[in-house]
């Protein structure tokens, strides 16, 4: 079993950049899959971000071009780079290893505890 730990959250203005850490353990880092979701007030957790054991990205997109999803497998460590924030990115963002998709749901092998995203206009 993974255990996974967010940082990173916080409140900024519009425009604002602000980057996530999720520090993972319990397994070979590079062996998996890591992905970031968020989940807005009243709404379904969403995909964001998904970064293969290739390196691949992938992108929801609403975040394409100003979301980045990187990884450190040294540090068993995977990031989201936020920039040009927008109000509705305001959400809990969690992280996911082993997200896995099937038709419109997802499967994930563990979440984290998530890490709140405020984004004032």
């Known amino acids: 079993q993974v255990q996974l730990v967010e940082s990173g959250g916080g409140l900024v203005q519009t425009g604002d950049s602000l980057k996530l850490s999720c520090a993972a353990s319990?397994?070979?880092?590079?062996?998996?899959?890591m992905g970031w979701f968020r989940q807005a007030p009243g709404k379904g957790r969403e995909f964001v971000a998904d970064i293969r054991q290739n390196g691949i990205e992938y992108y929801a997109d609403s975040v394409k071009g100003r979301f980045t999803i990187s990884r450190d497998n040294a540090k068993s460590t995977v990031y989201l780079q936020m920039n040009s924030l927008k109000p509705e990115d305001t959400a809990v963002y969690y992280c996911?290893?082993?997200?896995?998709?099937?038709?419109?749901?997802?499967?994930?092998?563990?979440w984290g505890q998530g890490t709140q995203v405020t984004v004032s206009s």
């Open positions: 996911a290893s082993d997200p896995k998709k099937y038709g419109s749901s997802w499967i994930v092998g563990s």
């Open positions: 319990g397994r070979t880092f590079s062996s998996y899959s």
